[in-house]
């Protein structure tokens, strides 16, 4: 198994919180556009999708209350769609309640986590390897830009 640093690991569970900001949001618009059916209130799920979003980039500057309003939000979601999938079982209903609740859990485990690094003042956490690849081309490309 390999072994990640706290900063990585709080940094994945940042990664994970915007990454389900970013797809509930464009699930959302999409619901808001009448291209997807189904979705109750479209537009308050839209505002909760993007505040999940800010959520993750909180964690990722090092805010231990955005942890714990993400905390609470993941919990208060997987209680919801734990509800929807008794009610109505639908594969969607459970996909998202297993996302929602694998989410919970590594925000959970990121609480101690984010206590050790503001006593580091890790803040804000580095950049993927992934992330600092795409800055680094796009800086080389904006640069020849300006060079021609």
Do not use: D
Request: aromatic share 10%; net charge positive.
């Amino acid at each position: 198994m390999t072994y990640r640093t706290p900063a990585q690991r709080l940094g994945m569970t940042a990664n994970l919180v915007i990454f389900l900001g970013i797809l509930y949001t464009l699930l959302h618009l999409l619901a808001i556009l009448g291209l997807l059916r189904g979705y109750r209130l479209p537009g308050l799920g839209l505002v909760i999708a993007l505040g999940m979003l800010g959520l993750g980039y909180g964690i990722r500057h090092g805010s231990s209350a955005c942890l714990y309003a993400a905390t609470g939000a993941f919990a208060g979601l997987s209680l919801y769609l734990g509800a929807l999938v008794v009610s109505a079982w639908r594969p969607y209903h459970m996909l998202r309640l297993v996302l929602s609740a694998w989410t919970l859990w590594r925000l959970c485990h990121a609480i101690p986590l984010m206590r050790l690094l503001q006593q580091e003042q890790a803040f804000p956490l580095p950049m993927s390897r992934y992330g600092e690849h795409f800055l680094h081309h796009l800086r080389k490309r904006s640069g020849q830009q300006k060079e021609a």
